[in-house]
């Protein structure tokens, strides 16, 4: 199998099938999946909808993080706005109440806001384990067009039912056809 | 599959596509994923650019140096170089400022709200939306910062440990504004940036020379476009649009409450948040399609951003302002069912008794008048007769937050305390100077990212000609 | 790097603004003559009052006449060299230009008389003056500092006739905190008032 394959020469980091049009692609994951391959990623130019999920891809922990995020900002707000006017530095102007609750829901609402919005965006981004200058599937052939009009699979070699060849034909018989099926180095 | 004639990306530009089919498409027939991706980054990567874009660019130049002109003499001189005197303390500095801002709206609207609405049709006049947006909010933060009279000290209205031991007044809706905008201009210029990550990876694939592949490769971080990849990418940008819509309102609802929690007549109404907000987007809208009108053209986008683009953001404009004029008659309307002689001397004087006059009759005509002809299909899909009532109701926008601030300060209660107010060349300086500020900032947008979301465009293409769909 | 950048300026600049650079504070200052506290408070026992004549009647605690030094220095030290700027100021009537040591911005009103009537040392603003060969500042008189004894007077209060006793040790701090609100009720001290902006920015 593969075992052998971390010292002798350059590792193959998986085998990537091209394919022209989104839908094939879709079909084509659907298929590799339950075929029994779990190491598996398809690359597109755009978000195809049941991509991810027919790769068995079905949760992301990036709404939780946001909803913490957004009731963290919205406490942070409300606090230090209690803290700075009723602890801090209490002023009595003409008798009125220090803490003077509604004047404080404009802040405390976009701080909310500015806490979720900058954590659903930066968590995208850290659970896409972005920024990544580089990554070994780059080094696949023609994978500049995945930015614009071609659609990948890749099966990885790190996945369990992963041999060379076998995996290979499959790739290469798999209905629809791709173009070409190519091997991607490390 | 459905078979679509195959055009090179030339004579798909070339055709004209009248939008009288009952439902014109949102992209130019011809198109492939590829033609796609040609038309919107050639405009970055490769194509000789259009004198269009030079002469925009000189003439922003011009502007923009007016800026640091008129900004120097300011900071050499002081804010009484402006206007502004007692009782007309926020002069242009509020009005520009409010102007920029509603400008701004319009771009969170078209990506946020229509996004969480599923219009497709904005996937094309999003991206150039959304960077009008930041440039607009960068224009209209200058003026609070320049009104300050002392720039370099504006922090101090930032809640931060400081050897005075005092805090910002909470209280205080001017206070609620600098929270509003900063997170507005910080939260639209991630949801961007974020937006632009594909498109930049698009770009770095496409690009020609090294320097370039290796800018865009930074921009992009590293973007390999995964399956999982955009499961998250769409999560989040759902989510972002989810908590842009209320911030957009909240933003100016807030700006609105600037005038509306002081107690002057004209300013002190409840019907501020909700026209404000309306207002907002109405200049907006003015606003993208006065910068997308000649782009279009320039770089013969026209199959991308189709006459039904057009033609759908005139009828917004067209709804929103007959809200916007629905303010202005509820003004009226309270002003005289008030029955306080305050509100009814603020108003008459607004509209017939007082010098400012001229400008409220001049807002109804642009704000009001002019842009009835929007009825009409043959001025909503025709660039030029569109551009023109666009152009009047940008003028229109800005009169109408002249008339706001000028007319109820300059006759408040007190006869004693009336006064008058004009700009002088400075304020006009430092305005024209922002106009410049944002023409450059759209040039130097349109010649380095891609001024269309590239993706979206994908997967509007995708939905017209995937079967099972 | 935007927000980097504006961090490594914002600490640069808050850095400069906290250190002695900024606030003056431990620096001794040049002055026309380098009078030593500590030769005539500790070496000849000369009361604060002497010199500092106005601080018990006055907003100001007063910088001594030429009159008040050659009290003494008519006949100690006459030949020193470094006496030459009084002994000028003595002829012609000119003022000696001592060099502010504590100098509050001009939109702070300040009262020497309240602050010793009501119980505040001198050391607890000046810090122990009597031991300065020259003399510098122990405080930043920023305002978050005046703030510390404007809300908690307790903490710092002392007997008036401890006022100008240079050694004093304030007690422990449960102690210090039953003295001192002992006597803000007896001085009368209106704690609730001493935050407002017009106590000091009149």
């Given at each position: 199998m593969h075992d052998d394959s971390a010292n002798k020469g350059p590792q193959v980091y998986g085998l990537i099938a091209e394919y022209d049009d989104p839908d094939q692609l879709l079909t084509a994951a659907k298929s590799t999946y339950d075929a029994g391959y779990r190491e598996?990623?398809?690359?597109?130019?755009?978000?195809?909808?049941?991509?991810?999920?027919?790769?068995?891809?079905?949760?992301?922990?990036?709404?939780?993080?946001?909803?913490?995020?957004?009731?963290?900002?919205?406490?942070?707000?409300?606090?230090?706005?209690?803290?700075?006017?009723?602890?801090?530095?209490?002023?009595?102007?003409?008798?009125?109440?220090?803490?003077?609750?509604?004047?404080?829901?404009?802040?405390?609402?976009?701080?909310?806001?500015?806490?979720?919005?900058?954590?659903?965006?930066l968590s995208m981004l850290a659970l896409n384990g972005l920024p990544r200058p580089h990554h070994s599937i780059f080094n696949a052939k023609n994978f500049e067009r995945a930015s614009s009009d071609r659609f990948f699979l890749c099966i990885e070699s790190a996945d369990d039912h992963y041999d060379d060849a076998a995996t290979k034909e499959f790739l290469e018989d798999l209905d629809p056809r791709p173009l070409e099926v190519s091997e991607v180095m490390v | 599959m459905a078979t679509v004639e195959k055009l090179t990306p030339e004579e798909v530009t070339a055709k004209n596509y009248p939008a009288l089919a009952p439902v014109a498409p949102l992209l130019g027939p011809g198109h492939d994923y590829e033609s796609i991706s040609d038309t919107i980054t050639s405009v970055v990567v490769?194509?000789?650019?259009?004198?269009?874009?030079?002469?925009?660019?000189?003439?922003?130049?011009?502007?923009?140096?007016?800026?640091?002109?008129?900004?120097?003499?300011?900071?050499?001189?002081?804010?009484?170089?402006?206007?502004?005197?007692?009782?007309?303390?926020?002069?242009?500095?509020?009005?520009?400022?409010?102007?920029?801002?509603?400008?701004?709206?319009?771009?969170?609207?078209?990506?946020?709200?229509?996004?969480?609405?599923?219009?497709?049709?904005?996937?094309?006049?999003n991206r150039f939306a959304e960077a009008m947006t930041i440039f607009a909010v960068a224009c209209a933060g200058m003026f609070p910062l320049l009104h300050l009279g002392r720039p370099w000290v504006a922090f101090f209205i930032l809640p931060y440990p400081n050897s005075m031991g005092l805090w910002p007044q909470f209280r205080s809706p001017l206070v609620w504004d600098v929270f509003a905008i900063s997170t507005y201009g910080s939260v639209?210029?991630?949801?961007?940036?974020?937006?632009?990550?594909?498109?930049?990876?698009?770009?770095?694939?496409?690009?020609?020379?090294?320097?370039?592949?290796?800018?865009?490769?930074?921009?992009?971080?590293?973007?390999?476009?995964?399956?999982?990849?955009w499961f998250r990418y769409e999560t989040a940008s759902m989510l972002l649009a989810g908590l842009c819509t209320p911030l957009v309102v909240s933003v100016h609802s807030i700006v609105s409450f600037d005038f509306s929690a002081s107690q002057l007549p004209g300013w002190h109404t409840t019907i501020f948040p909700p026209y404000f907000v309306a207002g907002a987007i109405y200049a907006g809208f003015a606003m993208v399609l006065t910068m997308a009108l000649p782009v279009r053209k320039w770089y013969k986008m026209e199959s991308i951003i189709t006459t039904r683009h057009i033609d759908n953001m005139a009828k917004v404009m067209l709804t929103v302002g007959l809200i916007v004029c629905y303010g202005y008659a509820s003004e009226l309307f309270y002003a005289w069912y008030s029955g306080s002689s305050y509100e009814r001397f603020m108003m008459w004087n607004r509209i017939w008794a007082g010098p400012y006059r001229y400008a409220y009759w001049a807002l109804i005509v642009c704000n009001f008048v002019v842009?009835?002809?929007?009825?009409?299909?043959?001025?909503?899909?025709?660039?030029?007769?569109?551009?023109?009532?666009?152009?009047?109701?940008?003028?229109?926008?800005w009169l109408e937050r002249y008339v706001i601030v000028v007319t109820s300060l300059t006759r408040d209660f007190l006869p004693s305390s009336w006064g008058t107010y004009h700009g002088t060349i400075w304020d006009w300086g430092i305005f024209a100077g922002t106009l410049g500020f944002f023409t450059v900032c759209m040039c130097l947008f349109i010649r380095f990212m891609p001024m269309v979301a590239i993706h979206e465009i994908r997967v509007t293409h995708h939905k017209n000609t995937s079967h099972g769909h | 790097m935007i927000p980097l950048g504006l961090l490594l300026v914002a600490g640069v600049s808050s850095g400069i603004y906290l250190s002695p650079e900024g606030s003056q504070v431990d620096i001794a200052r040049q002055q026309p003559v380098p009078f030593s506290h500590q030769r005539h408070v500790q070496g000849n026992g000369i009361d604060c009052r002497y010199c500092h004549s106005t601080v018990e009647t006055s907003s100001f605690a007063g910088i001594p006449a030429t009159e008040t030094c050659m009290t003494c220095h008519s006949q100690v030290l006459t030949d020193q060299p470094m006496f030459d700027p009084v002994h000028e100021s003595w002829r012609t009537g000119e003022p000696i230009a001592w060099t502010r040591v504590h100098d509050l911005p001009d939109f702070v009103y300040f009262n020497h008389s309240v602050h010793v009537a009501q119980g505040v040392g001198c050391s607890t603003c000046h810090g122990r003056v009597d031991e300065m060969k020259l003399t510098h500042k122990e405080h930043t008189l920023r305002m978050g500092w005046c703030l510390k004894c404007h809300t908690n007077p307790e903490k710092f209060i002392r007997p008036r006739d401890q006022v100008f006793n240079m050694e004093y040790e304030a007690p422990g701090r449960k102690e210090q905190h039953a003295l001192g609100s002992r006597l803000i009720e007896e001085y009368n001290i209106k704690v609730g008032q001493l935050q407002n902006c017009s106590i000091c920015h009149r």
């Amino acid at each position: 199998m593969h075992d052998d394959s971390a010292n002798k020469g350059p590792q193959v980091y998986g085998l990537i099938a091209e394919y022209d049009d989104p839908d094939q692609l879709l079909t084509a994951a659907k298929s590799t999946y339950d075929a029994g391959y779990r190491e598996v990623e398809a690359y597109s130019p755009f978000p195809i909808h049941g991509l991810a999920e027919s790769l068995g891809f079905t949760k992301t922990a990036v709404p939780f993080l946001t909803l913490c995020a957004g009731l963290t900002g919205a406490c942070a707000g409300f606090g230090m706005q209690v803290f700075a006017t009723v602890y801090h530095y209490p002023y009595d102007i003409g008798g009125r109440p220090f803490l003077s609750w509604p004047a404080y829901i404009p802040i405390t609402f976009e701080m909310m806001i500015l806490f979720a919005a900058f954590t659903a965006g930066l968590s995208m981004l850290a659970l896409n384990g972005l920024p990544r200058p580089h990554h070994s599937i780059f080094n696949a052939k023609n994978f500049e067009r995945a930015s614009s009009d071609r659609f990948f699979l890749c099966i990885e070699s790190a996945d369990d039912h992963y041999d060379d060849a076998a995996t290979k034909e499959f790739l290469e018989d798999l209905d629809p056809r791709p173009l070409e099926v190519s091997e991607v180095m490390v | 599959m459905a078979t679509v004639e195959k055009l090179t990306p030339e004579e798909v530009t070339a055709k004209n596509y009248p939008a009288l089919a009952p439902v014109a498409p949102l992209l130019g027939p011809g198109h492939d994923y590829e033609s796609i991706s040609d038309t919107i980054t050639s405009v970055v990567v490769e194509k000789p650019h259009p004198p269009g874009w030079f002469i925009m660019a000189a003439v922003g130049m011009c502007f923009l140096s007016l800026l640091g002109i008129s900004t120097a003499y300011l900071f050499a001189r002081g804010t009484g170089t402006w206007g502004v005197t007692i009782p007309i303390a926020w002069g242009f500095a509020i009005i520009n400022f409010v102007w920029w801002i509603g400008i701004g709206h319009a771009g969170t609207l078209i990506s946020a709200v229509l996004l969480l609405l599923r219009q497709d049709w904005r996937n094309a006049i999003n991206r150039f939306a959304e960077a009008m947006t930041i440039f607009a909010v960068a224009c209209a933060g200058m003026f609070p910062l320049l009104h300050l009279g002392r720039p370099w000290v504006a922090f101090f209205i930032l809640p931060y440990p400081n050897s005075m031991g005092l805090w910002p007044q909470f209280r205080s809706p001017l206070v609620w504004d600098v929270f509003a905008i900063s997170t507005y201009g910080s939260v639209s210029l991630l949801f961007w940036y974020i937006g632009l990550i594909p498109d930049f990876a698009t770009c770095r694939d496409r690009a020609k020379n090294r320097f370039a592949q290796i800018a865009y490769g930074m921009a992009s971080l590293g973007w390999r476009g995964s399956s999982r990849h955009w499961f998250r990418y769409e999560t989040a940008s759902m989510l972002l649009a989810g908590l842009c819509t209320p911030l957009v309102v909240s933003v100016h609802s807030i700006v609105s409450f600037d005038f509306s929690a002081s107690q002057l007549p004209g300013w002190h109404t409840t019907i501020f948040p909700p026209y404000f907000v309306a207002g907002a987007i109405y200049a907006g809208f003015a606003m993208v399609l006065t910068m997308a009108l000649p782009v279009r053209k320039w770089y013969k986008m026209e199959s991308i951003i189709t006459t039904r683009h057009i033609d759908n953001m005139a009828k917004v404009m067209l709804t929103v302002g007959l809200i916007v004029c629905y303010g202005y008659a509820s003004e009226l309307f309270y002003a005289w069912y008030s029955g306080s002689s305050y509100e009814r001397f603020m108003m008459w004087n607004r509209i017939w008794a007082g010098p400012y006059r001229y400008a409220y009759w001049a807002l109804i005509v642009c704000n009001f008048v002019v842009p009835q002809l929007l009825w009409i299909k043959s001025v909503r899909v025709n660039p030029i007769p569109l551009f023109g009532v666009c152009m009047f109701i940008n003028v229109g926008m800005w009169l109408e937050r002249y008339v706001i601030v000028v007319t109820s300060l300059t006759r408040d209660f007190l006869p004693s305390s009336w006064g008058t107010y004009h700009g002088t060349i400075w304020d006009w300086g430092i305005f024209a100077g922002t106009l410049g500020f944002f023409t450059v900032c759209m040039c130097l947008f349109i010649r380095f990212m891609p001024m269309v979301a590239i993706h979206e465009i994908r997967v509007t293409h995708h939905k017209n000609t995937s079967h099972g769909h | 790097m935007i927000p980097l950048g504006l961090l490594l300026v914002a600490g640069v600049s808050s850095g400069i603004y906290l250190s002695p650079e900024g606030s003056q504070v431990d620096i001794a200052r040049q002055q026309p003559v380098p009078f030593s506290h500590q030769r005539h408070v500790q070496g000849n026992g000369i009361d604060c009052r002497y010199c500092h004549s106005t601080v018990e009647t006055s907003s100001f605690a007063g910088i001594p006449a030429t009159e008040t030094c050659m009290t003494c220095h008519s006949q100690v030290l006459t030949d020193q060299p470094m006496f030459d700027p009084v002994h000028e100021s003595w002829r012609t009537g000119e003022p000696i230009a001592w060099t502010r040591v504590h100098d509050l911005p001009d939109f702070v009103y300040f009262n020497h008389s309240v602050h010793v009537a009501q119980g505040v040392g001198c050391s607890t603003c000046h810090g122990r003056v009597d031991e300065m060969k020259l003399t510098h500042k122990e405080h930043t008189l920023r305002m978050g500092w005046c703030l510390k004894c404007h809300t908690n007077p307790e903490k710092f209060i002392r007997p008036r006739d401890q006022v100008f006793n240079m050694e004093y040790e304030a007690p422990g701090r449960k102690e210090q905190h039953a003295l001192g609100s002992r006597l803000i009720e007896e001085y009368n001290i209106k704690v609730g008032q001493l935050q407002n902006c017009s106590i000091c920015h009149r």
